[in-house]
């Protein structure tokens, strides 16, 4: 059974910075692309980014791109999501998610199998 770990969440001002962890319970986690998306109240779950299963490959929504970075560390089995400049439109749950089939990034969230529990992201004006 994979398992997702998100951490890193929390309250923080409009401008400041936030690093997301998430650590991921599986020996084939290399060879997964992953993604971070994120729901805010009474919206759908949305991309965020995406990384490919070497590393060689990121992508972002328009909304965070310039402001966030993914990176991935196989030898722990994490991945992280930097996020600077931060404003109120980024306050959501974030949620990381695994693809153990395709290997290169992409934004589609019903290709990701595996999901994590989220972690709360609010950012006050």
């Known amino acids: 059974q994979v398992q997702l770990v998100e951490s890193g969440g929390g309250l923080v001002q409009t401008g400041g910075s936030l690093r997301l962890s998430c650590a991921v319970s599986?020996?084939?986690?290399?060879?997964?692309?992953m993604g971070w998306f994120r729901q805010a109240p009474g919206k759908e779950r949305e991309f965020v980014s995406s990384i490919s299963w070497n590393g060689g490959s990121t992508i972002y929504a328009d909304s965070v791109n310039g402001r966030f970075i993914m990176a991935r560390d196989d030898a722990k089995n994490t991945v992280y999501l930097q996020m600077s400049n931060l404003n109120p439109e980024d306050t959501a749950v974030y949620y990381c998610?695994?693809?153990?089939?395709?290997?290169?990034?992409?934004?589609?969230?019903?290709?990701?199998?595996?999901w994590g529990q989220g972690t709360q992201v609010t950012v006050s004006s």
């Open positions: 599986s020996r084939a986690f290399s060879s997964y692309s």
């Open positions: 998610a695994a693809d153990p089939r395709y290997g290169g990034a992409h934004v589609s969230l019903t290709g990701y199998d595996y």
